[in-house]
C-alpha cells in the first residue's frame, strides 16, 4: 500500500475540521443555516435606522443599503469572524489536538475556510436579496473585489494567529482585543466613507490598515468611488509584517501551547 504524503494527510485533516466546524457554527443556532443572511440584514436595518441613511446621496454615490453591505459585510465576516475565531482557537477547538495527526496551524485553516466560505455565501445570497428589492448591489469590478476582500481575510488570519500566540502567554490580550472590536469598526470607515471625513484627521486615520482595506474594497464595490486615502502598497506591507510574525511567534510557541 503506498504511503499518503504529509500534505495529503494535512490536507484531509483540514477538510475534517472544516466540516466539524461548519456542522458546529450551524448547530448553534435554532435558525442557524438562515442567521448568516439574517445576521447582515438586520445590522444594515439598524444602522440604517441609527444614521438616519435612508434617501441620502452622500455615500460613495450609490443607495445606503448597497453602501452598508460593501462595508459591514467583509469588515464582519472577513476580518471580526477570521479573526476571533483563531483568537480562540486553542482554546475552542483543544480536544481536537489530542489526535497526533491535528496541527493548532489545521485548526487555524480549517476556521478561516470557513469563514470565507461564509462571506461568499452569505455576499452572493444578500446580493440576490438586495436586487429582488430593487437596488444595484452588483460589484463594479467583482475580481478586485475579491481581491482586495482576500487581502483583508489574509489580515485577519496572520492578525488572529498572532493574538492567540499572545493570549497564551497573557489571557487578558483576548479580553482587549475583544473591547476593541466595535470601537474599531467605527474607526475603520466601515459605514461611511473617507470622503467625508475632513482632510485634517484623514491622514490620522489612514495610519489604521482596516481602513484602506475597507476603501478599497469600495473602490471596487461602488461605480465612480475614489477614496482619498486607500494605498493597495501599505496594507501589503502590513499582511507581510504580520505573516512573518504570526509565523514566527507560532512556531516559537506552539509546543509550550500545547503543553499548557
Same mark, same amino acid.
Given at each position: ?11 484531509? #485533516? ?18 442557524? *443555516? ?14 440604517? #435606522? ?7 446621496? =452622500?455615500?460613495?454615490?450609490? =443607495? ?18 477570521? /479573526?476571533?475565531? *483563531? ?9 481536537? $489536538?489530542?489526535?497526533?495527526? @491535528? ?6 485553516? &480549517? ?8 462571506? $461568499? @455565501? ?8 438586495? /436586487? ?7 460589484? *463594479? ?7 482586495? &476582500? ?23 490580550? =483576548?479580553? $482587549?482585543? *475583544? ?9 475603520? &470607515? ?8 475632513? &482632510? ?10 482596516? #481602513? ?22 501599505? $496594507?501589503? @506591507? ?8 504570526? #509565523? ?13
Amino acid at each position: 500500500m503506498k504511503a499518503r504524503s504529509a500534505i495529503s494527510i494535512q490536507r484531509d #485533516v483540514i477538510f475534517a475540521i472544516f466540516l466539524r466546524e461548519m456542522n458546529a457554527r450551524f448547530k448553534s443556532y435554532t435558525f442557524g *443555516n438562515i442567521w448568516i443572511i439574517l445576521e447582515p440584514l438586520l445590522m444594515i436595518s439598524v444602522f440604517l #435606522v441609527l444614521f438616519g441613511a435612508r434617501g441620502r446621496g =452622500e455615500f460613495g454615490y450609490v =443607495e445606503p443599503p448597497v453602501f452598508i453591505l460593501a462595508g459591514f459585510l467583509p469588515f464582519r465576516t472577513l476580518w471580526q469572524a477570521t /479573526m476571533r475565531k *483563531n483568537m480562540s482557537a486553542l482554546g475552542g477547538a483543544k480536544g481536537l $489536538l489530542g489526535f497526533r495527526q @491535528v496541527r493548532l496551524f489545521d485548526i487555524f485553516m &480549517a476556521r478561516s475556510l470557513v469563514e470565507g466560505g461564509i462571506f $461568499l @455565501v452569505s455576499g452572493t445570497a444578500l446580493v440576490l436579496i438586495m /436586487m429582488w428589492l430593487g437596488f444595484a448591489p452588483l460589484p *463594479n469590478d467583482p475580481l478586485f473585489m475579491l481581491f482586495y &476582500a482576500a487581502h483583508l481575510w489574509l489580515f485577519a488570519i496572520f492578525f488572529g494567529i498572532l493574538a492567540c500566540v499572545i493570549a497564551s502567554i497573557a489571557r487578558e490580550v =483576548e479580553k $482587549l482585543v *475583544n473591547l476593541f472590536t466595535m470601537p474599531l469598526m467605527f474607526v475603520s &470607515a466601515v459605514f461611511y466613507p473617507m470622503t467625508i471625513v475632513p &482632510a485634517r484627521y484623514q491622514d490620522l486615520m489612514a495610519l489604521n490598515p482596516l #481602513v484602506h482595506a475597507s476603501e478599497l474594497i469600495r473602490e471596487a464595490w461602488l461605480p465612480g468611488y475614489i477614496s482619498p486615502v486607500a494605498s493597495y502598497e501599505y $496594507l501589503f @506591507v502590513w499582511i507581510l509584517i504580520l505573516s512573518a510574525l504570526a #509565523v514566527s511567534a507560532y512556531r516559537l510557541r506552539w509546543q509550550r501551547m500545547l503543553a499548557r
